[in-house]
């Protein structure tokens, strides 16, 4: 059976334009011409392909490296191998992803699952919906009555877009995801899958049952935002659920009615913020974090993985544990309380504290 190639071959270039793509600087320019087809990481990299280096950690795999050419900083130049060209450039890495961006320009965001442009024949379109020049529609969505589509924008097969949605321009709607009672901008990648928009998770409980809450908000999801596959993001009760632009949301995340998450956050996989919380500009949220209601998480802070968040976080702190506290005074209770449990063992194998000399 033969394997399937599922991105576009690469354009190769020569060291030359790759230097011109990422501001690197080439240490020998005899070897301008020379032509480099792919990229590659460091340790499997071969002589048609570049990669970077930039750290004295990955010394032993720079100096063992086949690779044609090398991104590295100029304190690691003259550890690189005599036949791999250097690249000189403050930042390898982000020099590294600048020329991956061109190179795969296809894996960026989700394409056609049926390679098509367009609108499929099994698409259930109201003749209300408004959709510009440049949309596909995958085979099997649905879209609903008065919704407005973007130019460029990719809805997947089996997608739903509810009644009155709006989606900006240059988006890409995952397959089976389901979007309702929402504002979306320009730029926003919803990954398969996703639900976006369904009520909120409110009732009044009651000896008798709980009352269950209108739920009469929106979602709003501001430009460049991309959100991982199977994450929810429930609507407002009265105020609308917001998700700041150019944040991202890995898969797997609920977040509830009411939360406001600011500008250029990352929020973890597996994490759950719970309705009317606020997060600010730059928040961090690693996996599996839960956020109380009602909490606040100040611009910049960062929240270490599995630790839960009550109250307000301050800007700019790095907290963690449960519930989560300064990262230092969690440390500090950790090794306090380990500390205590090895001397309590040791106590307990002590002389005359067990059972010795008995008969």
């Known amino acids: 059976m033969s394997q399937p190639t599922f991105f576009k071959t690469p354009p190769s270039m020569t060291l030359a334009e790759l230097a011109a793509l990422t501001g690197a600087v080439l240490a020998d320019p005899s070897q301008s011409s020379r032509v480099v087809r792919s990229a590659g990481a460091l340790d499997r990299a071969g002589p048609a392909q570049f990669t970077f280096c930039e750290h004295r950690k990955y010394l032993p795999a720079l100096q063992a490296t086949h690779a044609g050419a090398c991104l590295v900083n100029e304190k690691l130049v003259p550890s690189v191998p005599s036949h791999v060209a250097a690249l000189t450039v403050k930042d390898p890495y982000r020099a590294f992803v600048a020329a991956l961006r061109e190179l795969h320009k296809d894996t960026l965001k989700p394409s056609s699952s049926h390679d098509l442009s ?27 009555p008065n919704v407005e589509i973007g130019y460029g924008t990719v809805i997947g097969a089996s997608a739903v877009i509810g009644a009155n949605v709006r989606i900006g321009r240059d988006c890409s709607i995952g397959a089976g995801a389901s979007v309702t009672f929402a504002l979306i901008g320009n730029d926003v990648i919803i990954h398969p899958g996703c639900r976006i928009g369904q009520d909120g998770f409110g009732y009044l409980p009651g000896a008798r049952g709980h009352l269950k809450i209108p739920q009469a908000g929106r979602v709003i999801i501001q430009n460049n935002v991309e959100i991982g596959a199977g994450t929810t993001v429930d609507r407002g009760a009265l105020n609308d659920t917001v998700i700041g632009e150019g944040s991202k949301i890995d898969n797997l995340v609920q977040i509830g009615h009411n939360v406001t998450i600011g500008r250029h956050c990352i929020v973890v996989s597996q994490s759950g913020i719970a309705g009317s919380s606020t997060l ?80």
């Open 118 to 144: 367009g609108i499929a024949p099994s698409a259930v379109i109201h003749p209300s919906a408004e959709l510009e020049d440049g949309v596909t529609v995958d085979p099997l969505a649905v879209i609903g």
């Open 280 to 359: 600010g500009d730059g928040v961090v949220l690693g996996a599996r974090i839960g956020v109380s209601d009602h909490a606040t998480i100040g611009d910049g802070a960062q929240i270490a993985a599995r630790s839960s968040v009550v109250g307000e976080v301050p800007p700019g702190v790095i907290w963690g544990g449960s519930p989560a506290k300064p990262i230092k005074q969690f440390f500090r209770e950790l090794f306090a309380v380990e500390r205590l449990g090895r001397e309590s063992a040791g106590k307990s194998k002590s002389p005359g504290n067990g059972d010795e000399g008995q008969t």
